[in-house]
T-cell receptor, first 112, second 112 residues
Framework: EDKVVQSPLSLVVHEGDTVTLNCSYEVTNFRSLLWYKQEKKAPTFLFMLTSSGIEKKSGRLSSILDKKELFSILNITATQTGDSAVYLCAEGGGTSYGKLTFGQGTILTVHP | EAQVTQNPRYLITVTGKKLTVTCSQNMNHEYMSWYRQDPGLGLRQIYYSMNVEVTDKGDVPEGYKVSRKEKRNFPLILESPSPNQTSLYFC???????????FGAGSRLTVL
C-alpha cells in the first residue's frame, strides 16, 4: 500500500521565519510528488516534482525532491501571516494514472 | 468562471437514508475524483474517473458509489450512510496530467 507521511504535523512560527516542511513516501511505482496549500477551503496547487535535485520556486516558496531517499521538502522563506494554512503533499497522478495518495498535512501557523 | 461545483455544501442526515452529492465542472476536464478529509488523516481518495464511463476505486471506496455518464458530472452516492461517513468531501477535476487539480468548495456531511 502506498504511503505518504508529512512532518511536522503542526508548526507555529513568527513572521519572517523560514520553515521547512517534510514529506516522505513509500510507493510501489513513483509518478510525481505534489504540494498543495489549503486555507479555510479547497486545496490549491503549488508544485509538481518528478525529477530529483531540481528545485521548483514560486516567490518565497520552493520545493525539491530526492528520489533516492524518497522525500521532498517545501521551504517557505520570510513567512507572512497569509502563509498560515495546511500544506499537503501527495504522490501519484501523471498523465495516465488516476490514484493520488495524500499525506496527513502540516498545519502551519504564522504569528505577526 | 472555471469551477467545480458541489452540492449540497452542508448536509445532516440519518443512518441509512440514501443521499447523493453532486459534482459538476465546466472546464471540459477528463479526470474527476472524490476525496474525504478527516482530522489527522489528510485527504483520502474515494473514487476517480479518467473519462466518461471509466471509474476506479481509490483508497477508501467502501460504502460509496459513483457514476460518470457525462463528462461534466461525477456524483457521489451513499446508498446507506453510516456515522463513520461523517466527513468533509471534496470533488476535483483536471485535464491531461492528473496533477493540477481544481477542487470544489467541499461538502460537509454529518450522518447521525
Amino acid at each position: 500500500e502506498d504511503k505518504v507521511v508529512q512532518s511536522p504535523l503542526s508548526l507555529v512560527v513568527h513572521e519572517g521565519d523560514t520553515v521547512t516542511l517534510n514529506c516522505s513516501y513509500e510507493v510501489t511505482n513513483f509518478r510525481s510528488l505534489l504540494w498543495y496549500k489549503q486555507e479555510k477551503k479547497a486545496p490549491t496547487f503549488l508544485f509538481m516534482l518528478t525529477s530529483s535535485g531540481i528545485e521548483k520556486k514560486s516567490g518565497r516558496l520552493s520545493s525539491i525532491l530526492d528520489k533516492k531517499e524518497l522525500f521532498s521538502i517545501l521551504n517557505i522563506t520570510a513567512t507572512q501571516t497569509g502563509d498560515s494554512a495546511v500544506y499537503l503533499c501527495a504522490e501519484g497522478g501523471g498523465t495516465s494514472y488516476g490514484k493520488l495518495t495524500f499525506g496527513q498535512g502540516t498545519i502551519l501557523t504564522v504569528h505577526p | 468562471e472555471a469551477q467545480v461545483t458541489q452540492n449540497p455544501r452542508y448536509l445532516i442526515t440519518v443512518t441509512g437514508k440514501k443521499l447523493t452529492v453532486t459534482c459538476s465542472q465546466n472546464m471540459n476536464h477528463e479526470y474527476m475524483s472524490w476525496y474525504r478529509q478527516d482530522p489527522g488523516l489528510g485527504l483520502r481518495q474515494i473514487y476517480y474517473s479518467m473519462n466518461v464511463e471509466v471509474t476506479d476505486k481509490g483508497d477508501v471506496p467502501e460504502g460509496y458509489k459513483v457514476s460518470r455518464k457525462e463528462k461534466r458530472n461525477f456524483p457521489l452516492i451513499l446508498e446507506s450512510p453510516s456515522p463513520n461517513q461523517t466527513s468533509l468531501y471534496f470533488c476535483a477535476s483536471s485535464t491531461g496530467g492528473i496533477n493540477v487539480l481544481t477542487f470544489g468548495a467541499g461538502s460537509r456531511l454529518t450522518v447521525l
